[in-house]
């Protein structure tokens, strides 16, 4: 059973950053695909971004492509999310979640969700 805890979270003006950490335990993150989900009040839970075992392929919708990055460190079995030119419409909670596969990440066949961060952006 693998534990995802997010950390990071928290209010900014738009146009700032902020870095979202996700740590595993209980399991070896570096087993499984890792990413990020978002769901904002009243939406639908929404794929945010994924990486790959070895973090050589990451994977973004085109609503936060070239703002967000994501990365792993499987040392320290975390995985990042570095958010940049934060805009009022990406607030929302954001959760980690952990997946066989990227197929399976992209269709929300998750194995593991973290229990979320919230991220607030104001004007």
């Known amino acids: 059973q693998v534990q995802l805890v997010e950390s990071g979270g928290g209010e900014v003006q738009a146009g700032g950053s902020l870095r979202l950490s996700c740590v595993a335990s209980g399991g070896t993150s570096s087993n499984y695909v890792m990413g990020w989900f978002r769901q904002a009040p009243g939406k639908e839970r929404e794929f945010v971004s994924a990486?790959?075992?070895?973090?050589?392929?990451?994977y973004y919708p085109r609503s936060v492509k070239g703002r967000f990055t994501i990365s792993r460190d499987n040392a320290k079995n975390t995985v990042y999310l570095q958010m940049n030119s934060l805009e009022i419409g990406d607030t929302a909670i954001y959760y980690c979640a952990a997946a066989k596969g990227i197929q399976a990440m992209g269709t929300m066949r998750v194995d593991y969700w973290g229990q979320g961060t919230q991220v607030t952006v104001s004007s």
């Open positions: 990486i790959n075992r070895n973090g050589g392929s990451t």
